[in-house]
């Protein structure tokens, strides 16, 4: 520049490059590009005025856009736009991340030049040859040499990029307010790419339209807008149904549901009716009961009602909370309790911003256990026999004594026919918890039937209640009183003749058949008649060879003995007549003199003629023989006639 203020020509052109063209002034010595001067006066110059110095800026890159995913040898087209502030002129440049650089300048005047601010963009193409994840970088300049920089990865390949949903974690829940009350509401969501999120409001419920943010377009994914609040007024009371929604603007979207009850005036008279404590319930018995309010506050019914109660585990096992029939307002409290006890917990109602809530009791008892009444015959039980005049124990045990408190017994006579009276009562109203009964066995003839025998069992059954009961398990015997005679240990057979006599064996036998031989033999003689012993041995007694008048032989079988019955046995040659014989026998520890005469007989015995005795002992045991034989044929005969 000259002292005049002239610029040259490659000044001049560096400026214009700098601060676009300005105009060179000519005349008065004024310089070109100068601002011009106010006058002097008088002599006086005010101070000079520069010319503002040029701001210059770096570019903004405000988007990009291109694909996140390619196939290998696919093209991808990027787009990138920027503005300068300084109106200026960009070049834009790319790395694409395989060792390739290109650079393609943007066409100044793509967009006005004013604002500073205008948009300039650049179109990018590109083809990958191999397998991977790249992330190109493109680079913005000024013709001030100032840049920015901006990315966006690519999956080139089989590797393939898939996107995930963002997922809300958080909302506000259901809501209650008053009308003409704004309600802020915030919400939260997660992404697990991490991508920029887009929140919105579809429908307030009363017709307004929704809110809504919109996707960021270009630049880099960082996550932002993970949360998200609004608010919103209603003006009219009622239930309102609100939708949230969230958005990664690249095709995953999440939304929940939420209502929000707007009421109008308080009610003072908004309560649960149902009063506390709740019936009793009871283990393993079905339980409902409902729960009812009053004082519903205007602009909401029961269908409108919110329920809600503070814990739930409170509730007894098996015990739930929820709605029945007719709507909300009867919400019941139901189901099958599990364990007995004392319950006690809360359970809220709302309407709108207005909410009650009451303590609840619930007493669960123990099921009921129900004990089935039984007796059971203990004795006798089968296979006793029983004997007239004794006191036989009748025994018992039971269940449920409160239910079977009394009992009877019986004697039943399986012998005898129904009709005929086959059953006694022997006991009448005994206490059951006392197990027994001692009863006196009549005599035979006062059992059912009149007779004795081996089929007789007890049966014993409630008092106010036949049917429970039971028998004996199987027949016993009742029979009368045997009365013991001693059988006999001594034997002494006295003969008496005139002449000749001669007989042989005496046999002695017991209770059960058996032939006893004698432990010793005494024999006696009176004149000339001669008793001998000489072949006594097991089954013979001994006999007379010789003499007259009479002749006695004593035989002891031993004191573990017991005769009870006397065979004689005649010799080969008959007996002469005019003989007399006498047969006695005593027992053990008595004497001689207490013998009893079993026979007396006279006359010639002939060959094989037996003389037999039974003691008093066997004739007892074949009376009562004969008797049992006497009742069986009375009880044949009453089948008989049952069965006709």
């Not at 960009?90 to 100044?108: A, F, I, M, R």
């Not at 004594?401 to 009394?406: G, I, K």
């Not at 094989?608 to 034989?629: E, F, G, K, R």
Request: proline share 7%.
């Amino acid at each position: 520049i000259t002292p005049t203020g002239y610029v040259g020509p490659i000044t001049r052109a560096k400026i214009n490059a700098l601060c676009g063209d300005v105009t060179s002034g000519g005349g008065g010595g004024g310089g070109g590009g100068s601002v011009p001067q106010p006058p002097c006066v008088n002599g006086v110059c005010p101070p000079k005025t520069e010319p503002p110095k040029p701001i210059y800026g770096s570019p903004v890159i405000s988007g990009i856009s291109g694909p996140q995913s390619l196939k290998v040898g696919e093209q991808g087209t990027w787009t990138v736009t920027a503005s300068d502030p300084n109106n200026g002129t960009l070049s834009y440049s790319v790395t694409w991340g395989d060792e390739y650089q290109y650079q393609k300048p943007s066409v100044q005047g793509m967009y006005a030049t004013t604002p500073t601010t205008s948009q300039q963009s650049a179109i990018f193409t590109h083809t990958y040859s191999q397998v991977g994840t790249y992330t190109p970088v493109f680079t913005v300049t000024n013709n001030n040499g100032q840049s920015a920089k901006t990315s966006l990865s690519v999956n080139v390949g089989e590797v393939t990029s898939t996107n995930r949903a963002p997922v809300i974690t958080d909302n506000s829940g259901d809501h209650s307010t008053p009308s003409g009350q704004a309600v802020n509401f915030y919400f939260k969501a997660t992404d697990a790419d991490n991508d920029d999120l887009a929140w919105g409001i579809s429908d307030w419920g009363d017709g307004s339209p929704g809110s809504n943010s919109t996707c960021r377009e270009g630049g880099s994914q960082n996550g932002a807008n993970h949360n998200y609040s609004t608010s919103h007024t209603w003006n009219n009371p009622g239930k309102y149904l609100v939708t949230v929604f969230v958005s990664d603007c690249r095709g995953g979207s999440d939304s929940e549901s939420f209502s929000v009850y707007v009421g109008d005036t308080q009610s003072s008279n908004f309560t649960i009716t149902t009063p506390s404590p709740l019936p009793n319930a009871k283990v393993g018995t079905p339980f409902n009961t409902p729960l009812t309010v009053s004082g519903i506050p205007t602009g909401y019914n029961s269908n409108s009602l919110g329920w809600g109660t503070s814990n739930a585990s409170l509730f007894p096992p098996g015990v739930y909370f929820g709605a029945g029939e007719g709507g909300q307002q009867y919400m019941n409290i139901y189901g099958t309790p599990t364990v007995a006890g004392i319950y006690t917990f809360s359970i809220t109602v709302s309407a709108g911003s207005q909410s009650v809530s009451k303590q609840f009791t619930l007493t669960v008892d123990p099921a009921t256990t129900v004990i089935t009444p039984t007796i059971t015959v203990i004795s006798p039980n089968g296979g006793e026999t029983l004997t007239t005049g004794n006191i036989q124990r009748i025994s018992w045990t039971s269940t449920g004594t409160s239910l079977v408190n009394l009992v009877n017994l019986y004697i039943v006579n399986g012998s005898v026919n129904t009709g005929s009276g086959n059953t006694n009562l022997i006991g009448s109203s005994i206490p059951t918890s006392q197990g027994y009964y001692d009863w006196t066995i009549p005599p035979v003839g006062q059992l059912p039937g009149g007779v004795g025998g081996g089929n007789f069992k007890v049966r014993i059954e409630n008092a106010n209640n036949s049917t429970v009961i039971d028998y004996s398990n199987a027949s016993f015997s009742i029979i009368a009183p045997v009365t013991t005679v001693p059988g006999y240990r001594y034997l002494k057979v006295q003969s008496t003749s005139n002449s000749w006599i001669a007989w042989h064996e005496i046999q002695a036998i017991d209770s059960s058949g058996n032939v006893l031989s004698p432990v010793s033999c005494t024999p006696l003689a009176s004149g000339s008649y001669n008793s001998s012993c000489g072949d006594v041995y097991p089954g013979k007694g001994g006999y007379w060879n010789a003499g007259s008048l009479s002749g006695t032989i004593t035989l002891d079988y031993g004191s573990d003995k017991n005769i009870t019955q006397v065979k004689l046995l005649p010799s080969n040659s008959p007996t002469l007549a005019n003989a007399t014989h006498t047969v006695s026998a005593w027992a053990d520890g008595a004497s001689e003199g207490s013998a009893t005469v079993l026979k007396t007989f006279s006359g010639q015995i002939q060959d094989q003629v037996w003389l037999t005795y039974q003691s008093p002992i066997a004739q007892s045991n074949a009376s009562q023989l004969a008797s049992i034989l006497d009742a069986l044929k009375s009880a044949l005969a009453s089948l008989k006639k049952s069965l006709q």
